[in-house]
């Protein structure tokens, strides 16, 4: 996982829970304790993991809870260090669908050793407001991703809500999420 994701690990532990709390962390996990997390490195996967855990440990959260948590709290981190990827976004719905097509392609090109998730959209039959968003990476985050659409959701102020209607973690096939956005109102003459 790239150092961004840990950066932004740190930030969301020592805002919410002071600095103390987050050198805690660390001592519990002395393995990923060597030296300060830097956006451009890469570090394994079970170190968020171990992270996590140790947080949910110590602050008594559901692992599920500071998961989406988190998520939520990347979104505006994620957006900050790549503006160009949300300037011009009219919609969260335009957002979303970019994502696998252009964000994540691109953050592979920039970051060395990133492998964002791909997460295809296609649209609800009966349904034109919503989308099901297909979730396809080997670290099951399913959480992480349902924090960083309600992060999405506040950042546009669209109050858009999701479903996690399949999941991996329960035995079916793959991971989707059905997004639904408010109706447009049709404007009359
Ligand atoms: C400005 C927009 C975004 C940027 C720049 C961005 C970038 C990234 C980066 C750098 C990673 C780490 C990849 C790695 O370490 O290998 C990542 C992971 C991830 N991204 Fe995005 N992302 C954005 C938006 C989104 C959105 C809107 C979603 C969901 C709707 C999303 C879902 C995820 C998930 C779930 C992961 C965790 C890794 C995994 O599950 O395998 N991202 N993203």
């Keep these: 996982m ?14 919410n829970w002071g600095e103390a709390t987050f050198e805690q962390l660390l001592d519990d996990c002395p393995h ?15 170190w968020i993991v171990d992270l996590l ?5 110590r602050l008594a959260v559901a692992p599920e809870d500071a998961l989406r948590a ?10 900050k260090r790549f503006p160009a990827f949300v300037k011009g ?15 994540h392609v691109e953050v592979r090109k920039l970051m060395d050793g ?34 960083l659409l309600d992060g999405c959701a506040e950042h546009f102020s669209v109050p858009f809500q999701h479903t996690h209607t399949c999941c991996k973690q329960r035995g079916e096939p793959r991971c989707t999420f059905r997004v639904t956005f408010p109706a447009l109102v049709p404007v009359h003459p």
């Design 2 to 15: 790239k150092g961004v994701v840990f950066v932004l690990f740190e930030e969301f532990v020592v805002r």
């Design 32 to 46: 990923a304790a060597a030296e300060p997390f830097v956006s451009p490195k890469t570090y394994p996967d079970q």
């Design 53 to 57: 855990t140790a947080a949910c440990k």
């Design 70 to 79: 988190f998520g939520k709290f990347c979104f505006p981190g994620l957006a």
């Design 89 to 103: 976004m009219d919609s969260p719905r335009h957002l979303i669908e970019s994502v696998n097509g252009i964000i």
């Design 114 to 147: 990133a492998e964002p998730p791909s997460l295809l959209c296609q649209p609800v039959a009966d349904d034109p407001n919503a989308i099901d968003v297909h979730y396809e990476s080997r670290r099951g985050l399913c959480a992480l991703m349902s924090g």
